[in-house]
């Protein structure tokens, strides 16, 4: 099975309420001086049934990959493979992935599935 990793950084500007560092809920990484990140990695032809944290519309998947690191429940999401009569693509964004529920992880001619990379020393656990 074809696997592509790419990484998504989020800048933000904060307001100035004080807060300068938090760490996101789940494994989105460090967000640090308005900087947040992720890498996922695409499950091609797969979907993940799971709960809905959000669904939108977007042109690309990185738009998706962006709204889910803005998103702190976010771990995962499904992106359409074709777009609508409006030329945008269906992103469901998920609080689960696919090593939390393998059993929901399904094949599918509709979506691609993307979860963030975790490193091989963590899947041994």
């Known amino acids: ?6 990484t998504v950084f989020l800048f933000r500007f904060p307001c100035a ?3 300068q560092q938090r760490l996101i809920q789940g494994d989105h990484g460090l967000y640090q001086q308005g900087v947040s990140y992720a890498n996922f990695v ?3 032809f797969q979907h993940l049934q799971g709960p809905v944290l959000d669904s939108c519309e ?3 998947s990185t738009e998706c990959a962006f709204t889910c690191v803005d ?3 976010c771990v995962s999401f499904n ?3 074709s777009p609508n009569e409006n030329g945008k693509f269906r ?15 399904t094949d599918s001619q509709q ?4 979860s963030i990379k975790v490193s091989d020393n963590l899947k041994s656990r």
């Not at 099975?1 to 790419?6: A, I, K, S, Y």
């Not at 992935?97 to 059993?103: E, I, N």
């Not at 979506?111 to 993307?114: D, M, N, S």
């Open 91 to 105: 992103c469901e964004l998920l609080s689960e992935d696919k090593f939390r529920s393998p059993d929901k992880l």
């Open 71 to 73: 998103n702190a429940p």
């Open 58 to 60: 977007v042109y690309r």
């Open 1 to 6: 099975m074809l696997h592509f990793l790419f």
């Open 17 to 19: 309420t004080g807060q």
């Open 79 to 81: 992106v359409a493979l």
């Open 111 to 114: 979506f691609h599935h993307y």
């Open 42 to 44: 695409a499950h091609k």
